[in-house]
């Protein structure tokens, strides 16, 4: 099979140039190697070509697709190196499927580091969701590798690492002209400090973190004296705005600590280099650097491989890099809805999980229960959504009789945000028909391993919190008389918290009342008219809201941790599965809970969704929910 990827290749030549100036002489007698260094990042235990949510293959995901892209890189050079970046062992049901009791494979060895043992890679490091199913899953995961594991920054209580701090791997490379080279690579990793405000039941009490940047200005210099070469790898996105310390997305930052020469990037689902980072100061989305340190971050669910290109040259027996390139290399390619696939499966990664695939692919067939109406996601951000009506409901169901004495007068309301309403793909939606439910459409509707939990709120807080919200939207232009986006591309739709309960408009010609930060404009609005049972919401009135532990933990919405009422043991996926096992026949009650608030003049506003929601609407209607009217061309 000829493999032909898009390739974003740009050559630094700035470093060649300074190598010419310093002699014909001196050039020539430069020792070079040519080293290509490979990432994975964000895979989600996405091993296969398979997407569990539709119970169909899917050609954009899956290592075994990724599998096939390495080993052609690895062909086409003389020298490589293979590294992965974290997010690996969560994120799908063939992920829920190993962490449940009893259903971790005999050989001691999770499927996706059993499908990466066939690949022989260098090091790895860990990202966040590698905690969510608690630290002896974690464990018992990284045991079970024949490739080493490294994280600066996870640290036991006492401060002593968790992990190796930093790797060094020694390594033998073939030079431009046949000489062998024993070079040593230092390897260093780091993991959001934040997984002990999302993972805080796990890891509080167990483990602590550190700031990304001060970790690496701890260990980088020490590491920088023993090596020829250092690679950061940083399972944490890009942000080039003000350091304030302890940020999620430090990638950038990293590019200023002296002696990196190479960053891995991952934790944002992206593409670097890419369009999504062009025109930001000190990023080059052309050619792949963070400030002028080459970097890349090769998508998620094994959707690209990352490949770096290295010049290294040594002068007086010291290496340097003296030019590079930086490319990913998808496995397919979208033009509109088709997809061409540019690798095929390889056969040791497929043969590596095929025990848990077929164990995965029975449990998530499994039927639960009936629904009476479709349940999807399509209208999600622009109106009332039946998929976030069934979660909100069953969290409530679950969760109210747990309430204390002290709560459970109070008025309880119910928060979830869409996760798949087509921002990564025209087919990325709940679709879920009428008919029989199974397991499998759980995990379409909730794809994350959260657990319930319930926070005590004010009138106050809680709008803010549905400001939180509505930072989804632009700023609408009501003068502008062409059509306007209406979703802010930046910001991800499981910001989108809607919460039941309540009615309220948002009103997107406002500003939105936060920003960057949480820093908070106090003079923006989006939220009115915020009401409980007909009557305006008071600032002082009191509320239980249920969500997860996500929200309540991280610090984002819920300020004070003493508000957290309820830390349940269940994930929401658990919740959602036993409600629809009590009640066998959900009729999903989509009542309104928001709408835009009217503008008072005549605009166009755009929303892509999904080519059918003429049709979908229509089906709606008939099952007595709100619609929208649309071309069926995605303009509403």
Request: charged share 20%; net charge negative.
């Amino acid at each position: 099979m000829t493999l032909t990827p898009k390739r974003r290749d740009v050559l630094l030549g700035g470093a060649s140039l300074a190598a010419l100036a310093a002699g014909p002489a001196a050039a020539a007698a430069a020792t070079t190697i040519k080293l290509r260094l490979l990432e994975t990042s964000d895979l989600h235990t996405f091993d296969e070509d398979y997407d569990y949510f539709r119970d169909k293959p899917d050609e954009t995901v899956g290592l075994t697709k990724v599998a096939t892209l390495i080993h052609a890189a690895r062909a086409e050079v003389r020298n490589s190196l293979l590294f992965d970046n974290g997010d690996t062992i969560q994120g799908n049901p063939l992920a829920d499927y190993v962490a449940l009791p009893g259903n971790f494979p005999a050989d001691g060895i999770h499927p996706t580091i059993r499908a990466m043992n066939t690949l022989g890679y260098d090091a790895a490091t860990v990202g966040n969701h590698e905690f969510n199913y608690g630290l002896p899953l974690f464990d018992a995961a990284l045991k079970g590798a024949n490739f080493p594991f490294c994280s600066a920054n996870l640290l036991h209580l006492d401060g002593m690492p968790y992990l190796p701090p930093t790797l060094i791997l020694e390594r033998t490379f073939t030079a431009e002209d046949g000489t062998p080279q024993k070079l040593k690579i230092g390897v260093i990793g780091f993991v959001p400090p934040q997984i002990l405000e999302w993972d805080k039941a796990h890891l509080v009490g167990h483990v602590t973190t550190m700031d990304i940047v001060d970790s690496a200005r701890l260990h980088v210099p020490a590491l920088r004296a023993q090596v020829d070469l250092l690679i950061a790898l940083s399972h944490s996105g890009i942000s080039t705005a003000p350091r304030q310390g302890g940020e999620e997305n430090a990638s950038y930052y990293l590019a200023s600590v002296p002696g990196i020469d190479v960053i891995f990037t991952g934790h944002s689902h992206r593409v670097f280099p890419g369009p999504d980072y062009a025109g930001i100061d000190g990023i080059d989305a052309v050619r792949g650097t963070l400030g002028n340190i080459p970097a890349v971050m090769p998508g998620f669910w094994g959707s690209e491989l990352g490949v770096i290109d290295l010049t290294l040259t040594q002068n007086n027996g010291q290496w340097r890099v003296a030019d590079f390139s930086v490319t990913t290399r998808p496995i397919a390619v979208r033009d509109d809805k088709v997809v061409t696939s540019l690798a095929a499966n390889d056969p040791a990664v497929d043969a590596a999980v095929a025990p848990e695939h077929r164990k995965t692919l029975d449990w998530i067939r499994t039927p639960i229960g009936h629904l009476a109406c479709p349940v999807n996601s399509y209208f999600a951000m622009i109106g009332t959504d039946s998929s976030l009506a069934l979660v909100n409901a069953a969290q409530i169901w679950y969760a109210q009789p747990l309430l204390s004495a002290a709560n459970a007068g109070l008025p309880v309301l119910s928060a979830t945000a869409p996760f798949k309403e087509g921002n990564k793909s025209p087919d990325n939606y709940v679709d879920l028909a009428a008919g029989t439910i199974a397991i499998k459409d759980v995990s379409d509707l909730y794809m994350y391993a959260n657990t319930v939990a319930a926070v005590r709120v004010n009138g106050a807080e809680l709008q803010d919190w549905l400001e939180h919200s509505a930072v989804v939207f632009n700023t609408i232009d009501r003068d502008n008389p062409a059509p306007q986006p209406l979703l802010n591309p930046h910001v991800p739709s499981y910001f989108f918290d809607v919460i039941s309960g309540i009615t309220y408009d948002i009103d997107i010609t406002q500003p939105a009342r936060f920003g960057a930060h949480g820093k908070k404009r106090e003079d923006a609005h989006r939220i009115v008219n915020l009401r409980h049972n007909g009557v305006p919401v008071a600032a002082d009135q009191q509320f239980v809201v249920i969500t997860n532990n996500f929200r309540a933990d991280s610090g984002g919405i819920v300020k004070d941790p003493s508000a957290v009422i309820l830390r349940a043991p269940d994930q929401t996926r658990d919740v959602i599965v036993r409600y629809i096992l009590a009640k066998r026949h959900i009729d999903v009650e989509t009542q309104a809970i928001w709408s835009f608030a009217p503008i008072g003049a005549p605009i166009t506003v755009t929303s892509v969704t999904h080519a059918g929601n003429v049709f979908l609407a229509q089906q709606v209607a008939r099952c007595g929910r709100r619609a929208f009217e649309g071309d069926g061309n995605g303009r509403a």
